[in-house]
């Protein structure tokens, strides 16, 4: 276990590339509750593992490594899971995924302003979706629909927000 | 029936996927790089999303809420980072800015949300605790005492106002504690004394059950024995039976038992009456020898020493109305000038976060009328082999017979209470040292009337202030001066309440 003075330069890092790791492990591992337990995981060794970390170096680009090994570890613990990626598939979403992190701060802002453009009841959608605890069915019970309803809107919604963010990312 | 990409990366998002759908969504991936592409664009969306989630805000009137979406480089606001933060800084005690609210008193068999894990007499700061499963009790700093029953979520806001996201929480607040706050989707439950249940489930339905005393909820009052549901979180209220379970039934359940095997050291003196040689002293757990005298280092005057070479054992001559197992078998009497230490085999690391508890029972023979010279007290020492006449910690009572702390840099800890005369009485000390803040350090001192409960009092005889210590406390010594005989037993250290206190248990 690293020293515990080092646990300030550890969060500092580990909160600045939280994002990305976070989405990194969101692609490899389909289901939520797996991708969670991966990605804390992946925090809980990033640490143990700090003093190999070598100060200046690409903090996400290690974690990246660790979060792969960390999802190809949980592959191999639940292997009758039918509902994991095969390990040819995690390695193709490896590789695109960690390319693709370079530009994660742009994209969350650019993601920022095409949400602000959305109609409100698209927004509020969102809202209501992404709150902390929140499904598809609890959000269909708020709002008196049927889950597929819920599931087609979004769906809706984020082919407009990616046509939007590529276009945001294009034009800046 | 075919999907088509978008509805596949859907129902991943969604957790809705089949295997076979998935295995499609992987063939996809597999052949085609634009698949690859959107597949890992569509989940990043969706994880920044959930980092960052649009947040209502609340219109003052009917108007329909404006939705933001919180801004990126306030990182810190965001739901998903503070979550992480706020659970880090929950385990690793780092942060000395964030203030601290409540302190766990009792947790079972519970599972918290990676990676926290408090643990019992921790202090717990502003922030989301989530609780996966078991039964956890807290105690906020305005008084009120909590149950959490997992799978709960609930944000520690204030000292006096927390906030149900989803689960179920019993509120037990006594004089003085009124005015706790929960808040709900449905609405603010404001505690008017005394104990209140409130269930929030994930879809925002709620439900407020009153034991005892007053709640108030959109601004109206509920008095014991009424409940309410709201089945949204806009919705109007249902009078419902109260069916929700109170709190002692909930302690009940969860069945606090005392801890000893999370002892770090015990001291029963378990010898046979009579004169017992110091080089035999050597029972007990979690020393790394016998009692001794102190050596010549240790002395304050070095050629002095009256302390006698042996322990006197005794037995029968206490009044343990406590449940103290073990507490009759054999205890040690005081003579009038004596120091007797013992090392410890683990260390108390007062430089890092951390809780540690002790008892002792203690007996006065006789309590003179007037203030003798030298001054009659009994102590309990804890210091430093490095820097032994350093900074240390001793429990005790001052000239009259108050309870009092005193660190070893000469600062006096008192409380106005005078301890009964020639009782038995029951000291407990609780310490909790902070690796960057102040540590605090608390003694009550029970008599033979009291009985203690399953979880750390509320109200301490003595608290120190601003106390900052980084020893690493390896050595205990009981001493006693003046004229009269003492008597103490069963020395306990530990990391919790019920690791070293006798408390009582239900049958």
């Keep these: 276990m690293p020293d515990p003075d080092r646990h300030d330069e550890f969060m500092s890092l580990f909160l600045e590339f939280q994002p990305r790791i976070r989405a990194y492990v969101r692609t490899l591992i389909p289901r939520q509750a797996d991708a969670e337990d991966v990605f804390q995981e992946t925090a809980a060794v990033l640490w143990r593992k700090f003093d190999q970390f070598e100060s200046g170096t690409h903090f996400d680009r290690w974690a990246f490594r660790t979060a792969y090994h960390q999802a190809r570890a949980f592959r191999t613990k639940k292997s009758r899971d039918r509902l994991q990626f095969h390990d040819e598939v995690l390695d193709l979403l490896a590789e695109r995924a960690a390319e693709q992190s370079e530009t994660l701060e742009e994209k969350q802002s650019a993601l920022q302003i095409c949400v602000r453009k959305l109609p409100t009841s698209d927004r509020d959608l969102l809202a209501h979706r992404y709150e902390d605890g929140a499904t598809n069915r609890s959000v269909a019970h708020l709002l008196g629909k049927s889950e597929s309803a819920i599931s087609r809107n979004l769906n809706r919604i984020y082919e407009r927000l990616l046509k939007c963010v590529n276009l945001t990312l294009r034009l800046s | ?507």
Excluded at chain 2, 198 to 224: K, M, N, P, W, Y
Excluded at chain 2, 297 to 323: A, C, F, K, Y
């Design chain 2, 1 to 507: 029936m075919e999907k088509t990409l978008t509805e596949l990366c859907g129902k991943v998002r969604d957790d809705s996927i089949s295997p076979e759908e998935l295995h499609q969504l992987e063939a996809l991936i597999q052949a085609n790089p634009e698949a690859r592409d959107y597949y890992v664009h569509f989940m990043t969306f969706h994880a920044l999303l959930e980092d960052l989630p649009p947040v209502r805000e609340e219109g003052e009137s009917n108007a329909s809420p404006r939705v933001t979406f919180l801004p990126v480089w306030a990182a810190l606001a965001g739901v998903g980072v503070a979550t992480m933060i706020l659970s880090f800084l929950l385990v690793h005690r780092s942060d000395d800015q964030t203030p601290t609210v409540a302190t766990l008193l009792f947790s079972e068999d519970c599972r918290w949300k990676s990676p926290q894990a408090p643990e019992e007499g921790q202090r717990l700061r502003e922030g989301r605790l989530e609780l996966k499963q078991g039964i956890a009790v807290l105690r906020s700093d305005s008084g009120a005492e909590v149950i959490l029953s997992g799978p709960t979520q609930l944000d520690l806001v204030s000292a006096s106002h927390a906030k149900l996201h989803f689960g179920e929480v019993v509120v037990r607040a006594e004089q003085g504690a009124e005015g706790f706050t929960v808040g709900t989707p449905a609405s603010d439950m404001v505690d008017l004394g005394t104990e209140f249940a409130v269930r929030v489930e994930r879809s925002g339905t709620t439900e407020l059950h009153v034991h005892d005393g007053e709640v108030v909820c959109r601004d109206q009052i509920l008095t014991a024995g009424q409940a309410v549901r709201f089945p949204k979180a806009r919705s109007e209220p249902e009078p419902l039976d109260v069916a929700a379970p109170r709190f002692a039934e909930l302690v009940g359940y969860a069945n606090p038992q005392p801890r000893e095997d999370l002892r770090f050291a015990y001291e029963g003196f378990h010898y046979p009456a009579g004169i017992l040689p110091l080089s035999e002293s050597d029972t007990g757990k979690g020393w790394n020898g016998p009692w001794r005298l102190r050596l010549s280092e240790e002395r304050q005057r070095p050629d002095e020493e009256p302390t006698p070479d042996h322990l006197r054992i005794v037995s029968g001559q206490m009044n343990v109305t406590w449940p103290v197992r073990g507490g009759q078998l054999g205890m040690l009497e005081l003579p009038g000038n004596c120091f007797y230490v013992r090392g410890l085999d683990r260390p108390l690391d007062l430089a890092q976060d951390d809780v540690f508890f002790f008892s002792l029972m203690v007996k006065e023979t006789e309590r003179f009328e007037t203030p003798a010279k030298p001054q009659e007290a009994v102590r309990l020492t804890f210091r430093d082999s490095r820097s032994y006449f350093g900074p240390a910690i001793s429990f005790g009572h001052g000239p009259l017979y108050e309870p009092r702390v005193q660190s070893g840099r000469g600062v006096l800890f008192t409380s106005p209470f005078v301890l009964p005369p020639e009782q038995t009485t029951l000291w407990i000390g609780k310490i909790l040292s902070s690796r960057q803040g102040e540590d605090e350090v608390f003694f009550r001192i029970y008599g033979e009337q009291d009985e203690l409960d399953f979880a750390e009092p509320r109200t301490w005889h003595v608290t120190t202030r601003h106390l900052r210590l980084d020893s690493r406390i390896d050595r205990v010594i009981l001493s006693s001066t003046g004229k009269s005989v003492r008597i103490v037993d069963e020395l306990r250290i530990g990391p919790s309440w019920r690791s070293v206190a006798p408390m009582k248990t239900e049958p």
